[in-house]
C-alpha cells in the first residue's frame, strides 16, 4: 500500500510540474514589456528604453514615446534611450505606425538603473 502511495504521489507531482511549465511559456508568449533593474554604479538613477515589434522580439523599432505626458521623438537610430531620472514613479507610453499603444508604470528608486524593453503589437486597424 505504501508503495502505491509514492507512486500516485509521484505521478501527481509529475503532473503538477508540467502544468507550471506549460503555463510560463504561456505567460512569455504574451509579454508586452520586461524591466531589468540594477544598481547604478554612477549614483543616479537611470531608466533606459529599447523598443521592438512584437513578433519578432530581438527587430528594434525607432518607436516614439511619452513620460509621464511628455513626448520624446523617436530615435533616428536604434540605440537604447537612456535618461537620467528622479526617483519616482514613471508612466511610459509607447507607440509607432501600425503598432498598438503600449502603457506601463515603472517605479525608479534612488541609484536605480531600470532597462525597459517594450515590445509593440501589430495593430489590426486598417492606416487610413
Do not use: W
Not at 510540474?17 to 533593474?37: G, L, M, P, T
Amino acid at each position: 500500500m505504501a508503495v502505491v502511495k509514492k507512486v500516485l504521489l509521484l505521478c501527481m507531482s509529475l503532473i503538477f510540474i508540467e502544468s507550471c511549465a506549460s503555463s510560463k511559456v504561456q505567460q512569455f508568449d504574451d509579454q508586452i514589456y520586461s524591466v531589468i533593474r540594477q544598481k547604478s554604479n554612477q549614483g543616479g538613477s537611470y531608466l533606459s528604453l529599447n523598443f521592438y515589434h512584437y513578433n519578432n522580439k530581438k527587430e528594434a523599432i525607432p518607436a516614439f514615446f511619452y513620460i509621464n505626458g511628455i513626448m520624446f521623438k523617436p530615435a533616428d537610430n536604434f540605440k537604447e534611450r537612456v535618461l537620467a531620472v528622479r526617483p519616482g514613479i514613471y508612466k511610459i507610453e509607447a507607440g509607432y505606425i501600425g503598432k498598438k499603444e503600449t502603457q506601463l508604470k515603472i517605479n525608479v528608486s534612488k541609484k536605480d538603473s531600470v532597462l525597459v524593453n517594450i515590445y509593440l503589437k501589430d495593430n489590426p486597424k486598417p492606416l487610413h
